[in-house]
């Protein structure tokens, strides 16, 4: 059974620093890129950043270039997001998601594995 299981969230004030942790089992993700989602209150929720196999490409929403950096251990089946300088328009619960490609992908709906979220939450 695949699981993608994040942690590292919490509360922060605004221009502080988290690093988001995503670990997948059930099988082996070198071949997926895995992405960070995220569904602020009342939102829909919306691609933050991704990172393909070769962990040579990654790609940004634009409210988060500068400031946050994705990055993978495929050895550990896992994905990180460090998250800095971070504003309260970032609150959100935060969801890792993979899906079986070569490339970026940043639209939700081709992502076959999900998790189950953890909250950011941060104050002004």
């Known amino acids: 059974q695949v699981q993608l299981v994040e942690s590292g969230g919490g509360l922060v004030q605004a221009g502080g620093s988290l690093r988001l942790s995503c670990v997948a089992s059930g099988r082996t993700f070198s071949d997926y890129t895995m992405g960070w989602f995220r569904q602020a209150p009342g939102k829909e929720r919306e691609f933050v950043a991704a990172i393909a196999w070769t962990a040579n490409s990654a790609y940004y929403t634009d409210s988060v270039k500068g400031r946050f950096t994705i990055s993978r251990d495929s050895a550990k089946n896992a994905v990180y997001l460090q998250m800095n300088s971070l504003e309260p328009e970032d609150t959100a619960v935060y969801y890792c998601?993979?899906?079986?490609?070569?490339?970026?992908?940043?639209?939700?709906?081709?992502?076959?594995?999900w998790g189950q979220g953890t909250q950011v939450t941060v104050s002004s």
């Open positions: 998601a993979a899906v079986r490609s070569i490339g970026v992908i940043i639209r939700e709906a081709p992502y076959d594995y």
